[in-house]
């Protein structure tokens, strides 16, 4: 077969196989109304997100602002329907840093989504850029930072597993409360 995909064979059999777990079909695409939608639900219940999938978006989530004032955003945590990953967002200014950090239990893999900054991994500040991604296993210092004097802003997105309850557990992010957040 050459190595290539026979798609009409590869949709059939994941067509097959969604009919057997009770999935519905694969579309193509949604319209940004469903789009919408599928936020909002998403938004609703841990146990639907659980269930079915979620749609966030990096820009939103509990909102911790930090003493340099850097804005964090929990934007997937076990309160909001995971089981086993955490995800987190943070937009760096000129002068902002992460301090570099340790996580006992989490692995993370932090990535570079917009900008120019520095990853802080080990032992040593590395440059990143758009695209650049670090790996933090369990036990090693990482953190991020835009340098004081630089241009633009450095946009990263975290995503540790298993969730980061040491990091909710210090900024007082309640994981195990049904109760709506307030931004702190």
């Known amino acids: 077969m050459n190595g290539k995909i026979n798609r009409r064979a590869f949709l059939g059999s994941a067509m097959m ?3 057997a ?3 519905p079909p694969a579309q193509d695409t949604v319209g940004e109304k469903e789009a919408s939608a599928i936020k909002a639900r998403s938004k609703k219940s841990k146990e639907h997100v659980r269930k079915y999938g979620g749609l ?3 820009h939103e989530g509990f909102n911790w602002k930090k003493s340099t004032g850097m804005d964090l955003h929990l934007v997937l945590t076990p309160k909001l329907g995971s089981h086993n ?3 987190t967002s943070a937009v760096h200014h000129p002068g902002m840093e992460f301090e570099p950090h340790v996580h006992p239990l989490s692995e993370e893999l932090v990535f570079c989504h917009e900008g120019e900054g520095e990853f802080f991994l080990y032992d040593k500040w590395i440059p990143a ?3 650049d ?3 933090a296993p369990p036990g090693v210092y990482h953190g991020t930072r835009k340098r004081a004097g630089t241009k633009g802003t450095f946009t990263t997105i975290g995503v540790a ?3 980061q309850l040491d990091l909710y ?4 992010y309640d994981v195990l409360s049904d109760k709506p957040d307030v931004d702190r």
Do not use: L
Not at 169 to 172: A, E, L, M, W
């Open 129 to 131: 850029k758009a695209g």
């Open 133 to 135: 991604v670090f790996y």
């Open 161 to 163: 597993t298993p969730p």
């Open 169 to 172: 557990n210090r900024i007082g």
């Open 85 to 87: 990953v955490g995800i």
């Open 17 to 19: 196989a969604a009919a």
């Open 56 to 58: 966030f978006n990096i």
């Open 21 to 23: 777990t009770g999935a």
